[in-house]
């Protein structure tokens, strides 16, 4: 790898420059649209740049030692959400801008580490890693688009079939914190004396709770398992729950069970040589799957119902948990 020129550093910092402006440049001339002042936007010495610039090493150090990211969307959300009550675009934008930052930031240093091993140029590696973001930014625009304009009812869950791919459960997901943290706000819903104001508790219970499993691990140092203990990893994983169902959870944990600890205990050799494709064979395989079956079926007006199309096997799972909501075909509360 000595043999190849390095990135310079003034390559990083034209790109980061250049983000800059085009943050600043929209927060004053859409400054109405998306409700966003240019202190919480992609400024130099803005809110969100402290905020990312601090998050982003820890989140790195989880992520290098447990491959797994944990994000700070709630944290952003909550402060963004008090500085400007009732302004959800602004909720917004402050989240993807920060949950971006730090995803771009690891994702670019995973890939240099790759291209690394592979003894891949740093300047094509950079190069690539431009050119891939400005055609992928395009083309999910474009076809973000196609799809508004072209499958009725996108995203719908009451108007679509339960087994449809585009009932958008994530994205669902997004709306609905930005209507709590924005629309609805942090204050009046874990301020004091509101109905949640007990939550905001578990931000100091999450910090705390490494230090006992640290501490156990130095008084019974023969205890090897004790260590294994993750705390981020494990609260982490509620993160993804909003919009999972119980059978994406099933299947994780069977699925992980099976590979990562029988399969690795007893069949290591397999499992170092095809653990890693089967991962992406799957994720690839449920992606072409859904694309085939709206083109092949859904879009022909085709559903198919079967057992693993049901969301969750649990009709009541949507209903309200207030008191005196009335919903059909759920029971109220009284």
Not at 40 to 56: P, R
Not at 87 to 116: N, Q
Not at 235 to 256: D, H, K
Not at 266 to 292: C, E, H, I, P
């Amino acid at each position: 790898m000595r043999s190849y020129k390095q990135v310079p550093e003034w390559w990083f910092l034209i790109l980061l420059i250049g983000s800059v402006v085009i943050s600043l440049v929209m927060s004053f001339v859409w400054r109405e649209e998306v409700q966003l002042l240019w202190w919480g936007g992609g400024g130099g010495c803005s809110l969100l740049s402290e905020l990312a610039l601090v998050i982003t090493l820890p989140i790195g150090i989880i992520q290098a030692t447990t491959n797994q990211q944990p994000g700070y969307d709630i944290i952003a959300q909550f402060i963004i959400g008090y500085i400007l009550p009732g302004k959800p675009i602004a909720v917004l934008l402050f989240k993807i801008y920060g949950r971006i930052s730090s995803t771009h930031a690891l994702s670019f240093l995973a890939d240099l580490k790759l291209g690394h091993y592979m003894k891949i140029p740093p300047r094509c590696m950079y190069t690539a890693q431009l050119v891939g973001t400005l055609v992928s930014g395009v083309v999910n625009l474009a076809v973000s688009w196609w799809m508004l304009a072209s499958i009725n009812n996108l995203c719908d869950v009451d108007s679509k079939d339960p087994s449809s791919p585009w009932t958008c459960p994530k994205f669902r997901v997004t709306f609905d914190t930005t209507v709590i943290w924005g629309l609805i706000g942090p204050k009046r819903l874990f301020g004091p004396g509101a109905m949640y104001h007990n939550l905001v508790w578990l931000f100091l219970i999450g910090a705390i709770l490494p230090v006992p499993v640290w501490i156990l691990s130095k008084i019974f140092p023969k205890n090897k398992w004790i260590p294994l203990i993750n705390i981020p990893v494990i609260t982490y994983a509620f993160a993804g729950m909003p919009p999972r169902t119980p059978i994406n959870i099933a299947s994780w944990i069977l699925t992980g069970t099976i590979f990562n600890y029988f399969v690795f205990k007893y069949r290591k050799t397999w499992w170092q040589k095809y653990n890693y494709v089967l991962s992406g064979a799957l994720d690839a395989g449920t992606a072409f799957m859904a694309v085939l079956l709206f083109f092949a079926l859904q879009n022909n007006n085709v559903n198919v119902k079967w057992w693993g199309s049901e969301p969750d096997h649990c009709p009541l799972s949507s209903c309200p948990t207030a008191k005196g909501i009335i919903v059909h075909v759920c029971p109220v509360f009284t």
